[in-house]
């Protein structure tokens, strides 16, 4: 079970880490033709959703590796989890079904990752 959630963690590090940089980095207007969602937003708002991407993409690793304050690596996965819910709701809101498909996929990952490491399983 351990490994299984290493490679869980691992992989959506990866994929939050890679969306949170691209929005803290790129202009709005350039992310706007792959996500439309942001043209909803104020820049300001979409470069929030970044940092807390990345942050959650950080928190579900370092404290695991570091053995610092190893909680926070399920409550980063319930954080990346309740940002999939919302994003879920928005696309829904909007009519764009297409997009639930990553974010149920995301949204499972996630509470796997929370679920597991909030259980008795070492780190």
């Known amino acids: 079970m351990n490994v299984l959630l290493w490679i869980l963690q691992g992989l959506l590090a990866l994929a939050f880490l890679a969306a949170g940089v691209m ?4 202009p709005k207007e350039k992310l706007a033709p792959n996500m439309p969602w942001v043209n ?13 991407e990345a942050l959650g993409a950080l ?10 304050a190893v909680v926070l690596t399920p409550i980063a996965a319930t954080g990346l989890a ?6 879920a709701v928005y ?7 297409s997009s639930l498909g990553v974010n149920a996929a995301f949204f499972l ?10 259980g008795p399983w070492p780190l």
Not at 82 to 87: G, R, S
Not at 91 to 97: C, I, L, Q, T, W
Not at 109 to 118: D, N, Q, S
């Open 40 to 52: 909803d937003f104020s820049a300001g708002t979409v470069k929030f959703v970044g940092v807390t």
């Open 91 to 97: 696309h829904v809101r909007k009519g764009e079904y």
């Open 23 to 26: 929005k803290t980095t790129q």
């Open 109 to 118: 990952i996630a509470a796997v990752i929370a679920w597991g490491r909030f």
């Open 59 to 68: 928190g579900l690793i370092l404290p695991a590796v570091t053995g610092i």
């Open 82 to 87: 309740l940002i999939m819910v919302l994003a």
